[in-house]
């Protein structure tokens, strides 16, 4: 779950480099013969689903990293605008947002700039730890574990999806499951994410589609302990950010809460920039 600061005592990032992570343009071409010769040939077929990824060169956890490479990058800010629509609200609810990821470090910041009543409230993850700074109570607190699966700013989201950001890599094992025609023709690996045993994250199992060409995400389904789908989200509006094919709305429906839905639409994904570490501090959580 990042654009150019307005924080004071920052200075900003130096100008961001861009670079171009899709695979070379003969594998694509390869991968996609490879579907059409499938022909009229059962859904999800191992055969099938295998020689796909051995043509295009690639494993189930290579198709989740080029994935997770479209919408992150080793140092990432992103600027965006956040409705919340639930029965509950008189009307929807807008929340704006910038974020700050450091992927290598595993290191996030958020600062809340709208509502007026939220303005500067702002969210760290500075493992192993993660903290909230509340600015009308004046006083910052560290998030326990146990509050992962809230809700994030009222929202469908949870502090897992945008504060925490378990990794769809490293923290999963991955089996490719089928390929499956979506959006009028294009094709879309489906991936199955397990959690390793020793990982603390909060699904049971992850489902998701992964463009064929591009490696965009498109949809994710959550599963609990008990299999039963809890939630998804589906990826649209999709850009060309050099060479990054980025979706740049993102809706969560949960499925036991009729009428609720919330939608992330990003303003500006900027990748590859300078991060300055003060930004990853408890001091910063503080700083308007």
């Not at 609990?224 to 969560?252: A, C, I, K, Q, Y």
């Amino acid at each position: 779950m990042r654009t150019a600061s307005i924080l004071v005592g920052w200075k900003g990032p130096a100008a961001p480099r861009r670079v171009r992570l899709v695979a070379p343009r003969w594998i694509l071409i390869l991968a996609a013969a490879a579907i059409a010769m499938m022909g009229a040939a059962e859904p999800g077929r191992a055969s099938d689903v295998e020689a796909v990824a051995e043509v295009a060169g690639l494993d189930a956890r290579a198709i989740a990293q080029r994935a997770e490479d479209v919408l992150r990058s080793d140092a990432t800010m992103l600027h965006a605008r956040m409705t919340v629509e639930s029965p509950r609200l008189g009307k929807p609810r807008v929340v704006e947002f910038q974020s700050w990821d450091d992927r290598r470090g595993d290191r996030a910041f958020i600062r809340i700039l709208a509502p007026s009543k939220d303005k500067d409230t702002t969210f760290l993850r500075l493992p192993p730890n993660l903290w909230t700074y509340i600015p009308r109570d004046e006083r910052s607190m560290r998030i326990p574990p146990s509050m992962l699966l809230q809700p994030w700013m009222g929202s469908d989201f949870s502090h897992d999806d945008l504060v925490n950001e378990s990794s769809d890599v490293e923290d999963y094992d991955h089996r490719l499951i089928r390929v499956d025609e979506v959006d009028g023709g294009k094709k879309a690996y489906v991936l199955e994410y397990i959690p390793h045993e020793d990982t603390p994250v909060v699904w049971a199992k992850i489902v998701a589609w992964i463009e064929v060409e591009h490696a965009t995400p498109l949809r994710q389904e959550f599963y609990d302990e008990n299999d039963v789908l809890v939630r998804s989200v589906t990826f649209s509006d999709v850009r060309n950010l050099d060479g990054r094919h980025v979706p740049h709305l993102w809706t969560m429906k949960p499925m036991q809460k009729k009428g609720h839905e919330t939608r992330i639409q990003i303003i500006e994904f900027v990748f590859d920039v300078e991060l300055d570490d003060t930004i990853f501090t408890t001091r910063h959580l503080k700083t308007r």
